[in-house]
């Protein structure tokens, strides 16, 4: 018989998480009991069958100790019935929680069900004096207890709780008691059901169980720190939880005076009682989860809908009127439902709200995001994170000021510097040419650029980093690490992360800890510690025994910055439709900004309200309202089912030989050189290894892989991404991805995707590789090395991907360093005399070869990548040129392949001041931007002076 605490050998290696395993081991002990009835019947030897069902009770009593389904009791009855040789009883009762936990039916079953045990779960019906769940108004969930009871006293504290719940109440719960403070920790991080969590009295630190995934959950919370001594535990795991999980309601009882420890505790406790109060503590679960459960905009929204109204203003879509009294487009009506047109106004009273100046509801819902999602600040966005980018950068920069910014970024940030008229310099990222794609960019890469521009006198020009956070292809930076030595560096800077993909992040304490608000968070916390005073003062002692003009001592070492100087500001966008509940197009902007209220609020109004429409859609408003309120409940668990079923498609793609032969998993040591993964980890499963921890690698390295992006390497099949992508998954199947690169295909699952789902993909890739493996068998010798020359052609034979080059000299305001003044560029090319085409027939190349600096007028912008290779104002390098040439996609957005590419004239350029023909620039009446940089560039006499030399000679 195996010990309890011991995990079997189908444990931690070829399980994600405790969660795998639960379930595995309860269909386990499903196939295992009815196999017992059986023999059972045809008295045969069961001794062996017997054992192995033991160590399978044995395996759950950890587990369901943290779970208040099926709950203690009904498992202690399930061990009786196995005891007492009542087979046929048992195997009900262990089918019937099977199906229930599958189906997620224990959620519904009524309080006096759930007061009955293994009767209540094997009860077909309920009993008369019992009233079935409302599944669409009433709402399920479980309360922790940390305490150490007696198994009478667990029985008396749920019972006297579950009694307070009226049967009509919205909300109803069960409870879950374990005695420790590691076992608090385990429950919080495992059970996702839990909401509310109630700290009492005196409890000791270690868990009983040392299960090792169980203990896994332990090492999640290695950033909490405790001293261990029992009388100051129940604060202590509080704090400890409000790391983990921030979005639950924590209550502390004592059975001391708690006046002193109230003041003490009261930013994690929702309130701290004198001993129990059964009533007094139901009372405020359910106040807890009711405030959490509001959606003020989509109750307002509804509210209106029902409301009758005479419409005399704009919209004869309103109230479906336009539509049902139609004669030919009632069938928009019908595939919609009234719903949808009795909500669709333009009012902004009668209980809705303005968007360009919330008062009411939308205020309500954006004070609410902004608690969900970490922030000082929220602004909920209808039309999309490309505006979103658009507003930051506008509210943040003047003409003039100097960006670091991320060559490969989306192109709302490139188009965003040419409306702010701010000057990038490009970053960039490191290159993974085997797979057709860019990484992100090292810190060192930042480092080296600020310590130029600080060299060159520009430093105080520099006013944002923007970066992409995580990238399409799933990278993460280490969020925390670059703003601490980039604020050593610049201790004013702004950061901008664009986080279209990363909404979810916030939701689980791996990701958490990588996201832009927590990183801030815990920056502002940690510079205004004593503690870090004393850190910088040692390192101050260390870093000033160091040559200062030498750049080792910059780009070698950690840097830290002045506690006196630095301000925290942090921006970032997200695309909450990308991988969180919201229609189309909604977006959220989130804001940590020291400086906001005294700098920033007005300028921050003017460009949302630039950018903003004046008829915002309300149904992408409800739905961000309704999203929010969906992940401060369930979002725990939906991102981590989300990550879960991402590792179970990543696994059964690496462990089949069949599809090993065509395909694989892109991996972190793929896609992150080993000088950036300091935790050595390589790959999150190996078919022979099994599974290791992602949270050490991101808890350390550089960058790390989030597993959610699942690449799919197609070379070695001879196909290319973007036929893969529509020939095979799109055409054949209606699977629909989003983004290629030339031998790849990138797969995401999010919140809303389930388990059919990654059947029915892998499935469809076993079917592409039989399809392959028949192809392959009947071509002939020349079918065959055809073949094997595209599968060079997309294994061995891929195009270097080309750096930023530089901007052309009249594009540079200042000549010793590299940004550029791409608005001056952009408008300047509105002038058709100053342009003209050059075909990619060899006219160009020999341009180049001759000496020209060919420079774009245009973005050049090939989907794959989806960013752009070209900028207006960048000099072609026959790179670029390679790059493009060797490019098999279909889509180039800014390249007409009957003309060529966009470039400015010799003529244009003639003269290298990047104020010339300031006049020629101005078009259809607009003065020409070059006038208003100059203007306001806030350059000193000497430089103006140098600028005006050059332009008179």
Same mark, same amino acid.
């Given at each position: ?63 369901? @100790? ?11 009855? $399930? ?8 087979? /046929? ?91 420790? *403070? ?7 991080? &495992?059970?996702?059901?839990?909401? #509310? ?58 059975? @001391? ?204 020009? =520099? ?113 909450? /439709?990308?991988?969180?509940?919201? $229609? ?124 959610? /992006? ?96 530089? *901007? ?11 940004? #550029? ?45 989806? &960013? ?20 098999? =996609? ?64």
């Amino acid at each position: 018989m195996t010990d309890k605490n011991q995990q079997p050998q189908n444990g931690l290696s070829r399980h994600y998480n405790a969660s795998q395993l639960r379930t595995d081991t309860w269909n386990n002990l499903k196939q295992a009991v009815k196999h017992l009835e059986e023999k059972h019947k045809s008295q045969a030897d069961t001794a062996q069958l017997r054992e192995q069902i033991q160590d399978i009770f044995d395996l759950l009593e950890p587990i369901e @100790s943290y779970w208040a389904f099926p709950g203690k009791e009904a498992m202690q009855q $399930l061990e009786t019935l196995f005891e007492r040789h009542e087979y /046929h009883l048992l195997t009900n009762a262990v089918n019937r929680i099977v199906r229930m936990l599958v189906s997620d039916s224990y959620r519904y079953r009524s309080t006096a069900s759930r007061l009955r045990g293994v009767d209540g779960v094997i009860s077909a019906s309920h009993s008369s004096d019992e009233r079935p769940v409302n599944r669409a108004e009433q709402h399920y969930f479980e309360v922790l207890f940390v305490d150490n009871l007696s198994p009478r006293e667990e029985r008396d504290l749920r019972r006297g709780l579950l009694a307070c719940i009226d049967p009509d109440d919205k909300f109803y719960y069960d409870v879950v008691v374990v005695p420790s *403070f590691e076992d608090a920790l385990i429950a919080v991080l &495992f059970n996702h059901n839990i909401q #509310g969590c109630v700290i009492r009295y005196s409890f000791p630190f270690k868990s009983k169980y040392s299960l090792d995934i169980l203990q896994q959950y332990i090492s999640v919370a290695k950033e909490i720190e405790t001293d261990g001594a029992d009388a100051d535990l129940g604060p202590a795991l509080g704090e400890a939880i409000k790391k983990l999980r921030p979005e639950l309601d924590l209550y502390l009882v004592l059975d @001391s005076a708690v006046e002193d420890i109230a003041l003490r505790v009261y930013k994690n406790f929702r309130r701290v009682f004198y001993r129990q109060e059964n009533l007094e503590l139901h009372l405020s679960l359910r106040r807890g989860i009711t405030e959490r459960y509001e959606a003020p905009f989509f109750s307002a929204l509804k509210a209106y809908s029902q409301r009758p109204t005479g419409v005399f203003h704009a919209m004869p879509i309103s109230r479906g009127n336009s539509i049902f009294k139609s004669h030919w487009i009632q069938d928009i009506g019908q595939f919609y439902g009234h719903n949808i047109f009795l909500a669709e106004t333009s009012a902004t009273t009668g209980g809705l709200d303005s968007l360009l100046q919330p008062t009411g509801p939308l205020k309500k819902a954006q004070e609410m995001a902004s608690r969900a999602f970490g922030s000082q600040h929220t602004f909920f966005v209808t039309n999309g994170t490309s505006t979103a980018n658009k507003i930051v950068t506008q509210a943040l920069l003047q003409p003039g000021d100097i960006v670091l910014i991320d060559r490969d970024c989306h192109k709302s940030h490139h188009y965003g510097m040419v409306l702010s008229g701010a000057h990038p310099v490009y970053l960039d990222s490191y290159p993974v040419e085997k797979y057709s794609m860019y990484g992100a960019v090292p810190l060192r890469e930042i480092k080296q650029r600020l310590l130029e521009l600080k060299r060159a006198g520009r430093l105080n020009k =520099v006013k944002m980093l923007l970066l992409t956070n995580c990238t399409f292809d799933g990278l993460v930076y280490n969020v925390e690490r670059v703003m601490e030595e980039v604020l050593a560096i610049k201790p004013d800077i702004t950061f901008l992360w664009d986080e279209a993909w990363f909404g979810f992040a916030a939701f689980t304490p791996t990701y958490r800890q990588r996201t832009a608000m927590k990183a801030a968070r815990r920056l502002h916390a940690r510079y205004s510690s004593e503690a870090y005073r004393k850190t910088y003062a040692a390192y101050r002692q260390k870093i000033d025994a160091l040559d200062p003009n030498d750049d080792a001592t910059w780009l070698d070492h950690h840097l830290l910055p002045d506690p006196d100087q630095v301000k925290i500001r942090a921006y970032s966008t997200q695309s909450t /439709h990308k991988k969180l509940t919201s $229609l189309r197009q909604g977006s959220m902007i989130h804001i940590h900004d020291e400086e906001f209220n005294r700098k920033v609020e007005d300028t921050f109004h003017e460009a949302y309200m630039t950018h903003t429409s004046t008829s915002p859609n309300y149904q992408i408003l409800a739905s961000l309202d309704v999203g929010r309120r969906q992940v401060e409940l369930e979002g725990y668990e939906l991102v981590q089912k989300s990550a879960e079923l991402a590792m179970t498609l990543r696994a059964k793609i690496t462990e089949h030989p069949l599809l090993r032969r065509y395909f694989a998993v892109l991996s972190a040591k793929d896609l992150i050189p080993k000088e950036y993964r300091p935790s050595g980890v390589e790959q999150y499963y190996d078919a022979e290894t099994g599974w290791s921890r992602m949270e050490e690698a991101w808890h350390t390295d550089d960058f790390v892989l989030d597993p959610t /992006h699942i690449t799919l390497y197609t070379g070695q099949a001879g196909i290319d991404g973007d036929t893969f992508k529509n020939r095979y998954l799109m055409d054949q199947f209606n699977i629909q991805v989003n983004k290629t690169s030339r031998n790849s295909v990138l797969f995401m699952t999010n919140i809303g995707t389930t388990r059919s789902s990654v059947a029915f993909l892998i499935s469809v890739l076993l079917k592409i590789a039989q399809q392959l493996d028949h192809e392959i068998s009947t071509y002939n010798p020349a079918e065959l090395e055809l073949h094997q020359q595209q599968v060079k052609s997309l294994t061995e034979d891929l195009p270097p991907l080309p750096d930023f080059s530089y *901007f052309h000299a009249k594009f540079r305001p200042n000549p010793t360093t590299p940004e #550029g003044d791409m608005r001056a560029a952009y408008f300047m090319a509105y002038n058709e005399d100053l342009c003209e085409y050059l075909k990619l027939d060899g006219t160009i190349e020999r341009a180049v070869t001759a000496g020209r600096e060919v420079v774009s007028a245009s973005f050049i912008i090939p989907y794959p990548p989806g &960013f752009p290779i070209l900028v207006p104002g960048q000099v072609i390098s026959q790179e670029i040129l390679d790059f493009l040439k060797a490019l098999d =996609v279909k889509e180039i957005h800014g390249y007409r392949p009957s003309l060529g590419l966009r470039v400015f004239t010799e003529a244009a350029l003639a003269g290298s001041d990047s104020q010339s023909d300031s006049t020629s620039a101005s078009t259809n009446g607009h003065p020409a931007p070059e006038k208003v940089i100059a203007a306001t560039d806030g350059l000193d006499q000497t430089e103006a002076a140098k600028k005006k030399t050059k332009k008179s000679k």
